[in-house]
């Protein structure tokens, strides 16, 4: 495994295999512990790595990244599939947030 230093953006530590970082508090204090290691490990970069049940999540926590991001997405950055279906399926159609490539072109100046 990578140390921290090789990294290209910060990594929460103490991740566990098929598991995980551990969330104190458990899953109702999942919103604060994103917020916590935003301040912690995200400050300098805008951004963090963690792993939430065995899956590697980036974390983009400042308005600058955010913005450096939608720049490329959906040509460069684009979403994982199974995340898009489960948007789709909670709002039952498809749109801006479900929508990539030139799709999402044209809906994003909305």
Not at 64 to 92: A, C, Q, W, Y
């Amino acid at each position: 495994r990578a140390k921290q230093s090789d990294r290209p953006r910060p990594t929460v530590p103490g991740a566990i295999p098929f598991v995980g970082n551990p969330i104190p508090g458990g899953l109702e204090n999942f919103a604060a512990t994103l917020e916590d290691w935003a301040i912690r490990y995200g400050a300098e970069k805008g951004l963090y790595e963690c792993t939430i049940f065995g899956q590697t999540i980036v974390v983009v926590c400042s308005e600058e990244t955010l913005s450096l991001v939608e720049k490329h997405r959906p040509f460069d950055v684009i979403r994982r599939r199974k995340m898009t279906n489960v948007i789709k399926d909670s709002l039952g159609f498809e749109g801006l947030f479900t929508a990539e490539g030139d799709t999402w072109r044209k809906d994003r100046k909305l």
